[in-house]
Every structure is written in structure tokens, then in C-alpha cells.
Nanobody
Framework: QVQVVESGGGLAQPGGSLRLSCVAS????????MNWYRQPPGKQREWVGR????????DYDESVKGRFTIRRDNAKKTWYLQMNSLKPEGTAVYYC????????????WGQGTQVTVSG
């Protein structure tokens, strides 16, 4: 059973940085890419970005391009979302999903990690 656990959220000031982590279990890590999503308060969940199985290709929503970076550490079986130049509209619960190249997102949603940009 595929499970993911997100962590690293917290309170940041506008212009600040946070790094989120996503650990997956129940998969062969190197066979999967991943997607990051976020759900702002009172809004629907939206896609933030993704990374492929190799770690060499990542794609981002226009709203975060140039400020957010996704990478993977195969030794630690962890994906990361580095968020720089945070904006108040980045306040949201952030989620990750393991992504199989042929099947798309797999497993259920995790509990997410809250990011609040304020100050």
C-alpha cells in the first residue's frame, strides 16, 4: 500500500523560505516521480509541480516557477519542495503524491503539511 508523509511546513514571512519533505512507502522509490499539490484555505486543491523518475526533469505551475524547486534524494527515498520568495498567497496545505509514469498518481492523499506565509 502506497503511503506518503509530508513534513516541513510552518510559518514564514513574505520573502522567506521553507523546505518541505515527502517520504513515500510501499513503492520502489526510483520507479516513481511525484507531484506536489496545495490547497489554499477555502479553495480547491491545485497542482504545484512535479519531478520525474530520474530527477533531471521538473515542471512547475507558472505561479511558482522560478521560486520553487523540486528535487529527489534516492538514498533517503525522499522528495523535497524548496520554496523561496514566499508570498502570502502561498498559504495552503501542501500535499505530495507518488506518480508512476504509466499509472499517474498512486495511493491515497496524505495529511499534508500546513504552510502559512504571513508577517
Amino acid at each position: 500500500q502506497v503511503q506518503v508523509v509530508e513534513s516541513g511546513g510552518g510559518l514564514a514571512q513574505p520573502g522567506g523560505s521553507l523546505r518541505l519533505s515527502c517520504v513515500a512507502s510501499g513503492i520502489i522509490f526510483t520507479n516513481y516521480g511525484m507531484n506536489w499539490y496545495r490547497q489554499p484555505p477555502g479553495k480547491q486543491r491545485e497542482w504545484v509541480g512535479r519531478i520525474d523518475t530520474t530527477g533531471y526533469r521538473a515542471d512547475y505551475d507558472e505561479s511558482v516557477k522560478g521560486r520553487f524547486t523540486i528535487r529527489r534524494d534516492n538514498a533517503k527515498k525522499t522528495w523535497y519542495l524548496q520554496m523561496n520568495s514566499l508570498k502570502p498567497e502561498g498559504t495552503a496545505v501542501y500535499y505530495c503524491r507518488a506518480r508512476h509514469p504509466g499509472l499517474g498518481d498512486v495511493g491515497s492523499w496524505g495529511q499534508g503539511t500546513q504552510v502559512t506565509v504571513s508577517g
